[in-house]
């Protein structure tokens, strides 16, 4: 079947603009994670999702970062205000509860 | 906090080479160990994984590595590479009561000269 979609695939934000990233994952995963790559690093875990619940959020880097899943399949990660700082690829993935975790392509966010 | 490193940042190999790949955690307790592997312009792809049993994990494409849970270990291995296995490889762990949140190494560039 389909794998994780991510989109937009490449995104690129003035500083202080607010953007959106949206990922579909499987279906029937019951979990989602999303994951920061900067550049030359491997990712960095920032959320993770039950269905709906947002179990874990202690990865997002500051309160600009906001996630949601509201009816427990596609979720949103938002950025407000966004920051040079930010720019990195997201990684969205998910899983059938807590099994091998499978990832989309990614969003390339530039933030200039 | 757990933490992966690998010990090579990148490597070139000639084709049929023989290739070791090493990764060591820092964690104390019961791990899950996985190497990810990203083709170019591609997305994050599981190689193989470790949960329990046979600490001799073989992947897809001729990939295995094994965990020796004394040295903290989880080094990958493939006796001869090809040129499509140039790639960039992650090894990830999680463990104990975040089992879900995986925690990556910075990844080794691979690239196999024809």
């Known amino acids: 079947g389909a794998g994780v979609s991510q989109s937009p695939r490449y995104k690129v934000a003035k500083r202080g603009q607010d953007v959106a990233l949206r990922c579909d994952p499987i279906?029937?995963?019951?979990?989602l994670f999303w994951y920061q790559q900067a550049l030359g690093q491997g990712p960095e875990f920032l959320t993770y999702f039950q269905n709906e619940a947002q179990l874990d959020k202690s990865g997002l880097p500051s309160d600009r970062f906001f996630a949601e899943r509201p009816e427990g399949s596609v979720s949103t990660l938002k950025i407000q205000r966004t920051q040079q700082e930010d720019s990195a690829v997201y990684l969205c993935a998910s899983s059938f509860v807590l099994e091998t975790q499978y990832f989309g392509p990614g969003t390339r966010l530039l933030v200039l | 906090a757990q933490s992966v490193s690998q010990h090579n940042h990148h490597v070139i190999l000639s084709e049929a080479a023989s290739l070791e790949l090493g990764c060591n955690y820092s964690?104390?307790?019961?791990?899950?160990l996985f190497w990810y592997v990203q083709y170019p312009g591609q997305h994050l792809q599981l190689l193989l994984k470790y949960f329990s049993g046979d600490p001799l994990v073989k992947g897809i494409k001729g990939f295995e590595a094994e965990f020796i849970k004394s040295k903290f270990s989880f080094n990958l291995r493939k006796p001869s590479v090809q040129w499509s296995d140039t790639a960039e490889y992650f090894c990830a762990v999680n463990s104990g009561g975040s089992n879900y949140k995986l925690t990556f190494g910075k990844g080794t560039l691979l690239t196999v000269n024809p």
């Open positions: 279906s029937g995963h019951v979990s």
């Open positions: 964690y104390g307790g019961t791990v899950n």
